[in-house]
């Protein structure tokens, strides 16, 4: 199976910063095939991002996703109240997989 | 629009079987198929496995051959997850999922999550 490793595993910032989270693959992965998640407490995952860098329905462009291979990226360009929550990678090879999350949180 | 209401909480002892129901509506039940996740209390998710309501293809995860069986019901629009022989380490929320388009396994559309605790 192919292994997603996110970093940071936590994330300390205020309201208004850029948050960048990283998802690596433990190999290749196809681009088509990678997707993001929020989850907040007590809630289901929210499918953020998929195909790498498409926004899902209804997610604000503040979200977006990059890269390519074994390295892919999420980032909010600023910092809603509502952004604090934990984030999970996902690739969706012949056995999906989900990396551990990153959490964040407010500073 | 789009909703998956799944069936409430069980308690189950170490060995039983239990069956979690996920009911679609607001949309083509055969045009998408279902991936079932679970999370234990505190942790990350787990793809368990998708099903096909078109045709009722699966693909298990490995770890979950021969434990667990997903079925669908085109009649009443409704997903079904089987998981045998609990453990208590099968204590988590599990969630139903439908696919962003079909056959894909990008989740855009959750359940509100099942608890199933596994104690003796």
């Known amino acids: 199976d192919i292994v997603l490793t996110q970093s940071p595993g936590t994330l300390s910032l205020s309201p208004g910063e850029r948050a960048t989270l990283y998802c690596r693959a433990s190999q290749s992965v196809s681009s088509t095939y990678l997707a993001w998640y929020q989850q907040k407490p007590g809630q289901a995952p929210r499918l953020l991002i998929y195909g790498a860098s498409s926004r899902a329905t209804g997610i604000p462009d503040r979200f977006s996703g990059f890269g390519s291979g074994t390295d892919f990226s999420l980032t909010i360009g600023r910092l809603e109240p509502e952004d604090f929550a934990v984030y999970y990678c996902q690739q969706q090879g012949i056995s999906p997989t989900f990396g551990p999350g990153t959490k964040v949180d407010i500073k | 629009q789009v909703q998956l209401v799944q069936s409430g909480a069980e308690v189950k002892k170490p060995g039983a079987s239990v069956k979690v129901s996920c009911k679609a509506s607001?949309?083509?039940?055969?045009?998408?198929?279902f991936s079932w996740v679970r999370q234990a209390p505190g942790q990350g998710l787990e793809w368990m496995g998708w099903?096909?309501?078109?045709?009722?293809?699966?693909n298990y995860a490995q770890k979950f051959q021969g434990r667990v069986t997903m079925t669908t019901d085109t009649f009443t629009s409704t997903a079904y997850m089987e998981l045998r022989s609990l453990r208590s380490d099968d204590t988590a929320i599990y969630y139903c999922?439908?696919?962003?388009?079909?056959?894909?396994?990008?989740?855009?559309?959750w359940g509100q999550g099942t608890l199933v605790t596994v104690s003796s």
């Open positions: 099903i096909s309501a078109y045709n009722g293809n699966s």
């Open positions: 607001g949309y083509i039940f055969t045009s998408y198929g």
């Open positions: 999922a439908r696919d962003h388009s079909g056959g894909s396994y990008e989740l855009a559309y």
